[in-house]
């Protein structure tokens, strides 16, 4: 069986992020282990106020205990996962540069976990109503060296929808466009 891992980054409960992580984990139910994180019920702190104490010893990390590890370790035990990002001022939200920053001290001294880490298909899916170009940049650190990475961009207003409204689900064509996506 699959082991699937879908990562909403939205700080947002309850909106486009998470109508669409619902979707992904109802395509996959029944099919594969699903495991959903969703940042709006969680706090991952953002690299600072330490010494760097992670390039020596990961696990000297003052914010070792949060939910970074938790998240890393699942997408790395699958076999795909599946980044679901809002956007902000043209960029991928906070939420996503802080997993992003946070990562580096998960994969110290461990380039065995950073090459499983790689090896995982990801997709990643865009709430946005702008730009492209920051987001792929972005995400080229999460597939391996040389190749691009999997989006689909779901502009909120090519549906009808408000983004902020939190309804783009509710579009017959929107959520047709998620499910030819998330395909394997």
């Known amino acids: 069986m699959e082991k699937i891992c879908v990562v909403s980054f939205s700080g947002r409960s309850g909106g486009n992020c998470a109508s669409i992580a619902g979707e992904i984990e109802d395509f996959w139910l029944g099919k594969g282990e699903v495991e959903v994180f969703d940042f709006s019920t969680f706090e991952v702190a953002p690299c600072g106020r330490c010494s760097c104490e992670c390039f020596k010893e990961r696990e000297s990390c003052p914010y070792f205990g949060d939910s970074e590890f938790t998240i ?3 997408i790395t035990n699958s076999s795909l996962t599946y980044f679901v990002v809002p956007n902000y001022c043209d960029y991928p939200c906070a939420n996503f540069f802080i997993f992003n920053e946070r990562s580096q001290c998960y994969f110290q001294r461990h380039h065995e976990l950073l090459e499983r880490y790689l090896s995982v298909k990801k997709k990643f899916i865009v709430v946005s109503n702008t730009g492209r170009d920051n987001f792929t940049t972005a995400f080229c650190y999460h597939v391996p060296e040389g190749y691009e990475p999997d989006v689909l961009f779901l502009a909120a ?14 579009s017959d064509e929107a959520q047709k466009a998620v499910r030819k996506f998330i395909m394997p």
């Open 72 to 74: 890393c370790d699942a």
């Open 157 to 170: 207003k090519k549906f009808g929808k408000v983004s902020i409204h939190g309804d783009l689900m509710a």
